[in-house]
């Protein structure tokens, strides 16, 4: 008896988007872990900032709370109207931590459950292997965390486990240290076609002071950006000089602070 042997794997349909939250498809859709890697005096609290207060990015009414957890928080000038929006701490504890997931936990999933966004900015890179917030960036989705986004001047010092789960990456320049940046290359330079096209793509999106290199993981290929705007990069291909979506940028202007 002759078998049927059309056996063609089908595709699963896509769940349809339940959210409903306006949101520019550049920017990371929820739930996302978005990961920053740059040097200080690279304009890291103006990129936060403008996704979180700027209407044109996530702006303060996207996420029903926004926490913070940074240890320039109280002197950092450009972060003075972020520390009026959000709950802010200047140091980080997993008891903080641990009674925040509590509080997201005791909704069982209930579509009252708070939205967040979790900003913790140069602290990961000073805290315990062993730390809670390590573990928790392979299952901040299920507490309703729907933006994990952490900030770190050395990217070896971030967990594996959070480098393996970060779904965006934002690599900030001017870099000075190019033993650091190669860092970066070696690990997610695969992912661009190897280490010398990384290379090329970095420098090709941060010409500029303040330029920074924005990659969508979550992409098959992945994408590279330079800022919010232009694609330079597809997975292995390496820059094209094609201008694409290039009117999605934090805007130019100096910056109010050294950060």
Same mark, same amino acid.
Request: charged fraction near 25%; hydrophobic fraction near 35%.
């Given at each position: 008896m002759e078998m049927n042997s059309d056996l063609n794997i089908l595709p699963v349909k896509d769940l349809p988007d339940e959210d409903g939250r306006p949101l520019n498809p550049i920017l990371p859709k929820p739930p996302s872990l978005l990961l920053m890697i740059s040097p200080i005096r690279t304009g890291k609290s103006t990129i936060v900032s403008n996704l979180l207060l700027n209407s044109n990015f996530y702006g303060q009414? $996207?996420?029903?709370?926004?926490?913070? $957890?940074?240890?320039?928080?109280?002197?950092?000038?450009?972060?003075?109207?972020?520390?009026?929006?959000?709950?802010?701490?200047?140091?980080?504890?997993d008891e903080l931590m641990m009674e925040i997931v509590k509080k997201q936990s005791d909704f069982n999933d209930s579509p009252d459950r708070?939205?967040?966004?979790?900003?913790?900015?140069?602290?990961?890179?000073?805290?315990?292997?062993?730390?809670?917030?390590?573990?928790?960036?392979?299952?901040?989705?299920?507490?309703?965390i729907d933006l994990l986004l952490m900030s770190s001047q050395n990217y070896r010092k971030v967990s594996p486990v959070i480098r393996s789960n970060a779904t965006h990456m934002i690599i900030g320049s001017p870099f000075p240290n190019n033993k650091e940046l190669g860092k970066i290359f070696e690990e997610i330079g695969d992912?661009?076609?190897?280490?010398?096209?990384?290379?090329?793509?970095?420098?090709?999106?941060?010409?500029?002071?303040?330029? $920074?290199?924005?990659l969508d993981l979550t992409e098959n290929p992945p994408i590279a950006r330079k800022n919010f705007g232009e694609i330079i990069a597809r997975g292995g291909q390496g820059y094209k000089g094609k201008v694409e979506n290039a009117d999605f940028n934090l805007g130019g202007g100096e910056k109010e602070t050294d950060e």
């Open positions: 009414d $996207f996420f029903d709370e926004t926490i913070v $957890f940074s240890p320039t928080i109280n002197n950092d000038k450009t972060s003075r109207f972020l520390k009026k929006s959000a709950t802010c701490y200047d140091g980080y504890t708070p939205s967040l966004a979790v900003i913790l900015d140069d602290i990961i890179g000073t805290i315990r292997r062993e730390a809670f917030v390590n573990g928790l960036a392979s299952r901040f989705r299920h507490y309703g992912q661009f076609g190897g280490y010398d096209n990384m290379e090329a793509i970095y420098r090709a999106a941060t010409p500029n002071k303040y330029d $920074f290199l924005y």
